[in-house]
């Protein structure tokens, strides 16, 4: 089994910056992709930002340019440093791992940005 805690939300002014961690535990060899998820209320959930083993990175073009998604492997963490803070950003920001078929999940940490 795969644990992932989320932290780091919380509410920030409009233009402000917050840095999300997702700290892994459990069985995490041979996970193919680390993802950012975000859902607003009475959104579909989206994936906001990836990153696979072999490095390559992926962002919705909502955010491209504004977030940042990196990976220490030595702590088993991976980020999302978010600049520029829109309100339309306000969502609960989800961390995620694939490996072949299966999902892994935590349970999310609130972000609101306030115009």
């Known amino acids: 089994q795969v644990r992932l805690v989320e932290s780091g939300g919380g509410l920030v002014q409009a233009g402000g910056s917050l840095r999300l961690s997702c700290a892994a535990s459990?069985?995490?060899?041979?996970?193919n992709v680390w993802g950012w998820h975000r859902q607003a209320p009475g959104n579909q959930r989206e994936q906001v930002a990836s990153i696979t083993s072999g490095g390559t990175i992926n962002y919705v073009d909502s955010v491209r340019g504004r977030f940042t998604i990196s990976r220490d492997n030595a702590r088993n963490t991976m980020y999302l440093q978010m600049d520029s803070l829109k309100p339309e950003d306000t969502a609960v920001y989800y961390c995620n791992a694939e490996r072949s078929r299966n999902q892994y999940w935590g349970r999310g940490t609130q972000v609101t940005v306030s115009s």
């Open positions: 459990g069985f995490i060899a041979n996970i």
